[in-house]
Nanobody, 115 residues
Framework: QVQLVESGGGLVQAGGSLRLSCAASGSISRFNTMAWYRQSPGKQRELVADISSGGSTNYADSVKGRFTISRDNAQNTVYLQMNSLKPEDTSVYYC?????????WGQGTQVTVSL
């Protein structure tokens, strides 16, 4: 079973940038979709962005134009470049890998954006 480990979270001021990484213990090329989700206290986990094996991307409206998802199959890593961060982006960010009915999650990384 492939394990996912997120890194790159932290505290940043509004307007700043962070790059999250999701390193997989095995090949990610087997997964149809790699994605980033986020969840804040008291809220449902929501999709932030995903990327297909072919490189097609999809973004939540709230992050379009600010976040960029990418995948490096050779390095078995998925990235989320986050620019122009806002306080409302504060959340725990989770990496997700999906293939057909199978899905696996990372443990999450905290992102906190201060005013």
């Amino acid at each position: 079973q492939v394990q996912l480990v997120e890194s790159g979270g932290g505290l940043v001021q509004a307007g700043g940038s962070l790059r999250l990484s999701c390193a997989a213990s095995g090949s990610i090329s087997r997964f149809n979709t790699m994605a980033w989700y986020r969840q804040s206290p008291g809220k449902q986990r929501e999709l932030v962005a995903d990327i297909s094996s072919g490189g097609s991307t999809n973004y939540a409206d709230s992050v379009k134009g600010r976040f960029t998802i990418s995948r490096d199959n050779a390095q078995n890593t998925v990235y989320l470049q986050m620019n122009s961060l806002k306080p409302e982006d504060t959340s725990v960010y989770y990496c997700n890998a999906r293939r057909l009915l199978y899905a696996t999650w990372g443990q999450g990384t905290q992102v906190t954006v201060s005013l």
